[in-house]
Nanobody
Framework: QVQLVESGGGLVQTGGSLRLSCAAS????????MGWFRQAPGKDRDFVAA????????YYEDAVKGRFTISRDNAKNTVYLQMNSLKPEDTAVYYC??????WGVGLRLLADYDYWGQGTQVTVSS
């Protein structure tokens, strides 16, 4: 089992920045690639970004490329999502999850992730 706890969400104006954190406990965190997803009201939970176990490979959804950066600190058992130039359409609950598939295959698929966190709300005002 891996327990995940997100933090860092909040209310920010358009163009602002937030840094989300996802703290892991339980099984060895560094064994897992990690991903961030988001879910807006009335919509599906969508992929945002993923990072491999060592942190040297990342993958982003097109809408956040160049604005969001995923990173991890295995010594702290934490994965981060730095979000810059935020837009109202980024408003959602953001979730982190541990990826259990093969890196590069199915990174966008919810079914390939286990051990979800409870989510943190990000609201971007216009």
């Amino acid at each position: 089992q891996v327990q995940l706890v997100e933090s860092g969400g909040g209310l920010v104006q358009t163009g602002g920045s937030l840094r989300l954190s996802c703290a892991a406990s339980g099984r060895t965190f560094s064994n897992y690639a990690m991903g961030w997803f988001r879910q807006a009201p009335g919509k599906d939970r969508d992929f945002v970004a993923a990072i491999n176990w060592s942190g040297d490979s990342t993958y982003y959804e097109d809408a956040v490329k160049g604005r969001f950066t995923i990173s991890r600190d295995n010594a702290k058992n934490t994965v981060y999502l730095q979000m810059n130039s935020l837009k109202p359409e980024d408003t959602a609950v953001y979730y982190c999850a541990a990826y259990v598939g093969s890196w590069g295959v199915g990174l966008r698929l919810l079914a390939d992730y286990d051990y979800w966190g409870q989510g943190t709300q990000v609201t971007v005002s216009s």
